[in-house]
């Protein structure tokens, strides 16, 4: 098992780009997870899918910020136009199982993209 | 809205020496999930150990341990035997039963195991 798989590691860019971040969950995992942390907020969940629908995205900052998951096996959070204020770690995390045994299982995250906004 | 409170930003131990991380949490709910994670300085968060609410019992993972009181909404890690490969930060994390996609983490408490 490959586990989560996230990309880039690292991304510095100039503030008003555009920043996509990239995440491959595990096969068969029907959850997947955005979060972001930050020394001041911690660890925050932006949004998260069940069987690649959104299920809540209140987590989202603000408009700038869309993630989507047009299949299982992908989903991409993007950050248009980027702001200095969005330089934080990202993680991505999936997790999954069959009937109620989800519920127990962890969340497997990723490495995380340890994104730099100039 | 649930809440985890992880009361020790920061805690030392000494090789070999046991250390027990505190997190307790808010909850209106009696059926819920409590789960630790490391995540050392390569960023990735690891499991170390789970517990459903319903069970009386507490998980057990080798050194690790946990001692939950449900009555207090306590759910603490006990490390025995630290190893300098422990040294880390450990998050606290509530999964509510109901819904299961969500989960709230604690802002963690850096582990600190001296030589």
């Known amino acids: 098992d490959a586990g989560v798989i996230q990309s880039p590691r690292h991304e510095v860019t100039e503030m008003g780009q555009e920043v996509t971040l990239r995440c491959k969950p595990i096969s068969g995992h029907d959850y997947l997870f955005w979060y972001r942390q930050t020394m001041m907020r911690g660890l925050e969940l932006l949004i998260y899918f069940n069987n690649n629908v959104p299920i809540d995205d209140s987590g989202m900052p603000e408009d700038r910020f869309s993630a989507k998951m047009p299949n299982a096996s992908f989903s991409t959070l993007k950050i248009q136009p980027s702001e200095p204020r969005d330089s934080a770690v990202y993680f991505c995390?999936?997790?999954?199982?069959?009937?109620?045994?989800?519920?127990?299982?962890?969340?497997?995250f990723g490495d995380g993209t340890r994104l730099s906004i100039l | 809205a649930q809440t985890v409170t992880q009361s020790q930003p920061e805690m030392s131990v000494q090789e070999a020496e046991t250390v027990t991380l505190s997190c307790t949490y808010d909850?209106?709910?009696?059926?819920?999930?409590l789960f630790w994670y490391k995540q050392p300085p390569s960023r990735q968060m690891i499991l170390v150990i789970r517990q459903e609410a319903y069970k009386q019992q507490n998980a057990t993972e080798n050194r690790f341990s946990v001692n939950f009181q449900k009555a207090a909404k306590s759910f603490s890690l006990k490390i025995s035997d630290s190893q300098l490969g422990d040294a880390a930060m450990y998050f606290c994390?509530?999964?509510?039963?109901?819904?299961?996609?969500?989960?709230?983490f604690g802002d963690g408490t850096t582990l600190t195991v001296k030589p």
């Open positions: 995390a999936s997790s999954g199982g069959t009937g109620d045994d989800y519920k127990n299982q962890p969340q497997h």
């Open positions: 909850t209106s709910e009696s059926d819920y999930y």
């Open positions: 994390a509530y999964r509510s039963f109901l819904n299961a996609g969500k989960s709230t």
